[in-house]
């Protein structure tokens, strides 16, 4: 079984700041974890993925995110925030095997950008 | 590019009517989600389905029904809607194969209001 944590619901940060949003997952197999974005009354985008190669993945928009297999983590970073990224932002982990393979999602985390 | 639409951005139905909601999507993608969205929930599997007339319960599949007829092609049914059904209804693909990993494909969402 699957399961995704992202802690807090809401995240404010200043134009220009360091964003960082976090996530952490269980997963009985070694997982494929995935960063998603939207926007108001939109459908979800892919950010980044991570697939088992690099640790370090750079997605869109300036966003990276860390796998770290020790903590179970995949925080998502940018290094200075823009007015545009204020969005939802989604978590999801797949076992990645089998057919049917489906996503595990996180409640997600608002973020807003303060002028 | 993957392109999935859904058949309306907005619905306004009322208890008792049966809904239908379509997804197409033009990338022959095996998989098909639909998933309903709620403040403070996240994303909630309604159904998924991994091939034409295969399909599976997600986590909420109460109230409602699928149909695919068409690989291209899924379709969510509220048999007989009420005003809990009033939501953000988004449809998801994602291909299955050797070396994929599983990343879903959003489209834009319906959002429904039953009165």
């Known amino acids: 079984a699957q399961s995704v944590t992202q802690l807090g619901s809401h995240v404010s940060v200043s134009e220009g700041a360091l964003v960082l949003l976090r996530c952490n997952y269980s997963s009985s197999v070694p997982p494929y974890l995935f960063w998603y974005v939207q926007y108001p009354n939109q459908g979800l985008q892919l950010l980044l993925k991570y697939t088992s190669a690099a640790t370090l993945v750079k997605g869109i928009n300036g966003f990276e995110a860390e796998f770290k297999k020790s903590e179970t983590s995949f925080h998502l970073t940018k290094p200075s925030a823009h007015m545009s990224d204020a969005a939802e932002y989604f978590c999801a982990v797949s076992g990645g095997t089998g057919a049917n393979s489906k996503l595990t999602f996180g409640k997600g985390i608002t973020l807003s950008v303060r002028p | 590019d993957v392109k999935v639409t859904q058949s309306s951005r907005y619905l306004v139905k009322r208890t008792g009517e049966k809904v239908f909601l379509e997804c197409v999507q033009d990338m022959d993608h095996e998989n098909m989600f639909w998933y309903r969205q709620d403040p403070g929930l996240g994303l909630r599997l309604i159904y998924f389905?991994?091939?034409?007339?295969m399909k599976e319960k997600g986590d909420i599949p109460e109230g409602y029904s699928v149909s695919r007829e068409k690989k291209e092609r899924f379709s969510l049914i509220l048999e007989s809607a009420s005003t809990n059904q009033t939501s953000m209804y988004l449809c998801?693909?994602?291909?299955w194969g050797q070396g994929v990993s599983y990343e879903q494909y959003f489209g834009p969402g319906t959002r429904l209001t039953v009165t």
């Open positions: 998801a693909t994602s291909a």
């Open positions: 389905s991994y091939d034409v007339k």
